[in-house]
């Protein structure tokens, strides 16, 4: 936690995006997270990859719910929308964000305690119904605003600061979210910025439900001996499957890899996520490859990082009900309460 | 790249560009806190420390310091350093119990000094206290040297001159004035000094020969000889249209001593473009904002006379060409221009001039007339002589003569007590302090103050040219002076990184609002630079390498831009950054920062 704020003086050759801004226009006030906290760095990488895709910080909604993660849309994106929600109800108001105006770049920020226990019900259903948003998780293995108990995804074994082992088997949200349908899977780690700002880019401009989790380690309770979320051991341990470049479509392509080991997946907005596997028999576009390469893995301790499965061509929940093209808040009285006869027909057409 | 050896004294001093750029190197972020805290006589005892004349130099500093400092890489103008250094010396207590004392029982060892101006007098303030019996000659009635003789009274109030001249004549300088040295052979073979320190300035001003001037003596002064005259009060008025010839310093001063003492008018005519005039820009604003026209781009070519009357120079039309990047002036292709004048002041430059030293005495003179020193003992080809100042090196100002005089001290004082010059120098050092007093507390004020360069006000235009004696800048209040002491950024207080203890987390790289930091693979410095977050194209700033970290990346900071708010260390999870005030021990003999 730091009171000195960040000063608005910058480098004297910061870029400036389309659309006129700097990185700088993109980010919140400063941090009151522990100093250090992983969740910070994905506040960091979400600034670097809206100001590098030139979005209009007002078109996007930051939904999230309780929890240290869930204090970070605060510190990011300071001229959007937010709305810090009930513990483990992120998805149901960004349902209902998402369904109002589908214009917004919809982000949920959440932790292991908000999507994994209190929120695992909801979590579930956010990703059968397919919202068009990108979901991350910060994903520390512990509760860190209660002082460090074991979450949910607290590995079997591994140790409390203490030295206490957890003595319960870990909800992995990757396995979850590949099995429910998510469209657009990922895994990658607060501390390799390299990674995580394409993803997070793919995953905003992915049309479909886009879930990132983020192991962010957690300073204060997570972050020593014996822990597998903690900065160390996660480099130790982690094994990247893809690493992903992300164009935009006026980009030119600059990265070249060994063309048996990359591959093109075109977005549906013309961007361009190059995607270079290290293991070449790894496929991005096989679920059901993807979740036991994943679940095999974790078995013998490695975390696998990188994007795990992209469908490019799903549908969201906007295509799947039919919904109106254009934002609610831009429907005129009529378009919105057509009126009693327009009731009647509709119950009249279900008798 | 190798990691950074932050324990080489350079290293951190360059990162003070101020204090790395004064030639004295004063260490200014530290006396500005000073000032911020209203500490002014300790702020004024740090300056006279190094720079032994802090009222003198905040108003008349050359000002080096200020093109250097960081503000005008981050933003655009740089602190007020030198009228800073005038809020120091305009609001200090009593600094006689901060004087170093000076045994009445000497060392035995006599030293003389020539010339009494900055140089000489610094020397004399190093030695006393050693317990030196120091002898001054100077040709004139009164010490100051050029501060005294070439500084006008508008710029430099006598006051404030005498005092700190008088300052160090009061610890015990035996002086001889009116006593001119004619001959440096009967001067050594009759005096019998351990050390002769030679500080004569450069005082030949130069003159033109062009057709006409043989005739026009009486109409034609040398800027630096008038100036002498005018401050010594054998000269009170100048009559009819002035032209004033040159574009340095001294012809600023020229012009604007001219404009007060009845000039019917004044224009400046220089040979070179404006931009490239060695005169301080300050100078020129102010000659400017005195009505005072700089004609740019006009070389003479003839002094117009009839019958020894001056009537007016005729003047070539030239303009600059860029070849090579140098300036080059070629014909503009208009017509030559005449202009009327009754007398000329002749500022384009002044040169070293010892006819007085004769060439069989052992000490060896260039082609340019100035003496062969070591460039690190000042000392002369003849052992026992030292120079100093503009008498060393030629023209420069007094902030050199400051720096010289220490280095020359330390010379003399190891030569007197019959020690290797150079072996037995003292060595440079820093020392790096921890400036953290607890969570989110740091000793210095780490927020950046994003307030523009404050103007400094001045005295009334009619007032200030009705007399000569009126001093036109009215210098920073205390509250100016507090505001803008808030805009330095306190760059001696260093970014230290503790590579053992670092993470990897990059809270550092997210926090700094500067992009300085970056984790990444080693490389070259060429490719390196280019890598960084923010590239570092100044490659006159330093990159800070770590050793290899734990994911075998090393931590590269660019020092170019950082505004040493302290948020790497603020937010940085295990201490691997903090922030540490660097001191360097510059050599002085009693310094008095030790």
């Known amino acids: 936690m730091t009171f000195v704020a960040k000063p608005r003086v910058h480098h004297p050759k910061l870029p400036i995006n389309e659309i006129g801004l700097t990185r700088r226009d993109y980010e919140g006030p400063v941090s009151t997270l522990c100093a250090g906290c992983g969740h910070d760095s994905v506040s960091a990488a979400i600034v670097a990859a809206c100001a590098e895709l030139s979005l209009p910080p007002h078109k996007f909604a930051k939904i999230s719910g309780i929890g240290c993660s869930s204090k970070t849309p605060s510190y990011f994106l300071s001229k959007s929308h937010g709305f810090n929600s009930v513990h483990g109800r992120m998805p149901s108001v960004a349902t209902g964000a998402n369904l109002a105006n589908r214009e917004l770049y919809c982000i949920g920020v959440s932790g292991d305690g908000d999507t994994a226990s209190i929120g695992l019900g909801q979590f579930a259903h956010i990703v059968r119904r397919r919202i068009n948003m990108l979901y991350i998780v910060d994903n520390n293995g512990t509760y860190g605003l209660t002082k460090g108990q074991f979450s949910a995804t607290n590995d079997k074994g591994s140790t409390s600061k203490k030295g206490s082992p957890n003595l319960y088997e870990p909800i992995d949200l990757v396995s979850m979210a590949l099995q429910i349908g998510a469209s657009f899977v990922a895994r990658s780690f607060s501390g390799d910025k390299k990674q995580l700002v394409p993803l997070i880019k793919a995953g905003l401009m992915h049309k479909g439900f886009a879930f990132i989790d983020v192991i962010s380690p957690c300073v204060a309770f997570n972050n020593h001996q014996g822990s597998t979320k903690s900065y160390e051991y996660v480099r130790d341990h982690s094994e990247t499957v893809t690493v992903s470049d992300y164009f935009q479509p006026h980009d030119e392509i600059t990265v070249d890899y060994d063309p048996g080991s990359?591959?093109?997946?075109?977005?549906?907005?013309?961007?361009?996520?190059?995607?270079?596997?290290?293991?070449?028999?790894?496929?991005?576009?096989?679920?059901?490859?993807?979740?036991?390469?994943?679940?095999?893995?974790?078995?013998?301790?490695?975390?696998?990082?990188?994007?795990?499965?992209?469908?490019?061509?799903?549908?969201?929940?906007?295509?799947?009900?039919?919904?109106?093209?254009r934002p609610l808040n831009e429907l005129g009285e009529a378009e919105l309460c057509p009126g009693n006869a327009a009731l009647h027909a509709i119950n009249d057409s279900f008798r | 790249m190798k990691a950074t050896n932050i324990f080489?004294?350079?290293?951190?001093?360059?990162?003070?560009?101020?204090?790395?750029?004064?030639?004295?190197?004063?260490?200014?972020?530290?006396?500005?806190r000073l000032i911020a805290q209203e500490r002014y006589t300790e702020a004024y005892m740090l300056n006279w420390d190094s720079n032994v004349f802090p009222g003198i130099l905040g108003r008349t500093c050359d000002r080096p310091c200020e093109p250097a400092c960081r503000r005008v890489r981050t933003e655009e103008k740089p602190v007020a350093i030198c009228r800073l250094k005038r809020v120091a010396a305009d609001n200090k207590g009593d600094v006689s119990a901060y004087m170093p004392k000076v045994p009445t029982r000497k060392n035995g060892k006599r030293v003389a000094l020539i010339g009494a101006g900055p140089a000489s007098l610094a020397v004399a303030r190093d030695l006393l206290p050693q317990g030196y019996e120091v002898h001054l000659f100077e040709k004139d009635p009164a010490g100051g040297g050029m501060m005294r003789s070439q500084i006008p009274a508008f710029r430099l109030p006598i006051e404030v001159l005498e005092e700190e001249v008088d300052r160090i004549l009061d610890m015990g300088v035996i002086t001889h004035f009116n006593h001119e040295i004619t001959s440096m052979k009967a001067f050594l073979d009759d005096e019998d000094f351990d050390a002769v320190f030679v500080g004569t300035g450069a005082p030949r001003g130069r003159d033109l020969d062009l057709p006409g001037r043989d005739a026009v003596n009486d109409h034609v002064s040398i800027g630096i000889d008038w100036l002498s005259s005018v401050a010594f009060g054998h000269t009170s008025r100048i009559d009819g249209k002035v032209i004033v010839m040159g574009g340095g310093n001294t012809a600023m001063d020229c012009c604007r001593t001219a404009k007060r003492l009845g000039a019917e008018s004044v224009t400046v005519v220089v040979r070179s473009a404006f931009e490239v005039?060695?005169?301080?820009?300050?100078?020129?604003?102010?000659?400017?904002?005195?009505?005072?026209?700089?004609?740019?781009?006009?070389?003479?070519?003839?002094?117009?006379?009839?019958?020894?009357?001056?009537?007016?120079?005729?003047?070539?039309?030239?303009?600059?060409?860029?070849?090579?990047?140098?300036?080059?002036?070629?014909?503009?292709?208009?017509?030559?221009?005449?202009?009327?004048?009754?007398?000329i002041l002749m500022a384009i430059g002044q040169d070293n001039h010892c006819p007085w030293i004769e060439r069989d005495l052992g000490i060896e003179f260039d082609k340019w007339d100035c003496p062969i020193l070591d460039e690190d003992t000042l000392q002369s080809s003849n052992p026992k002589v030292f120079f100093g100042g503009d008498a060393a090196l030629g023209p420069e100002n007094?902030?050199?003569?400051?720096?010289?005089?220490?280095?020359?001290?330390?010379?003399?004082?190891?030569?007197?007590?019959?020690?290797?010059?150079?072996?037995?120098?003292?060595?440079?050092?820093?020392?790096?302090?921890?400036?953290k007093m607890g969570v989110h507390e740091w000793s210095y004020d780490s927020q950046h103050d994003p307030s523009a360069r404050y103007l400094v006000p001045h005295v009334e235009r009619k007032v200030?040219?009705?007399d000569i004696k009126v001093e036109v800048e009215l210098g920073f209040d205390r509250a100016l002076g507090a505001k803008e002491a808030q805009r330095c950024l306190n760059c001696d207080v260093q970014t230290v990184f503790a590579q053992k203890l670092c993470i990897e987390c990059d809270a550092c790289v997210d926090i700094c609002p500067m992009d300085c930091i970056t984790f990444t693979e080693n490389a070259e410095e060429g490719e390196l630079r280019a890598r960084l977050t923010a590239p570092a194209g100044n490659v006159e700033q330093a990159l800070y390498v770590s050793g290899e970290l734990g994911t075998g990346r090393v931590m590269v900071k660019d020092e170019d831009v950082c505004v040493h708010c302290g948020l790497c260390a603020e937010r940085c999870p295990t201490n691997a950054w903090d922030m540490q005030k660097s001191v360097f021990h510059i050599p002085q003999l009693g310094s008095y920062a030790e």
């Open chain 1, 262 to 325: 990359s591959e093109d997946v075109k977005m549906p907005d013309g961007s361009t996520l190059r995607l270079h596997k290290l293991d070449r028999d790894f496929d991005v576009h096989d679920r059901v490859n993807a979740l036991n390469y994943v679940q095999k893995r974790q078995a013998e301790g490695e975390v696998v990082t990188g994007l795990l499965y992209v469908d490019p061509d799903a549908s969201d929940c906007h295509e799947i009900l039919d919904t109106v093209q």
């Open chain 2, 8 to 32: 080489d004294p350079n290293y951190f001093h360059k990162v003070v560009d101020c204090q790395w750029a004064c030639p004295a190197h004063t260490p200014v972020p530290e006396y500005i």
């Open chain 2, 277 to 343: 005039m060695k005169a301080s820009e300050w100078e020129k604003e102010d000659a400017m904002s005195e009505g005072i026209p700089i004609v740019n781009n006009r070389p003479p070519k003839e002094f117009v006379h009839e019958n020894g009357r001056l009537k007016g120079v005729i003047f070539e039309c030239v303009k600059p060409v860029e070849e090579n990047g140098r300036l080059k002036y070629v014909p503009s292709g208009e017509p030559d221009v005449f202009m009327e004048a009754d007398h």
């Open chain 2, 398 to 435: 007094i902030i050199w003569a400051s720096a010289h005089a220490h280095k020359a001290a330390i010379s003399i004082h190891l030569f007197c007590q019959g020690r290797d010059l150079k072996a037995d120098r003292p060595p440079e050092g820093v020392n790096l302090i921890s400036q």
């Open chain 2, 464 to 466: 200030a040219l009705a």
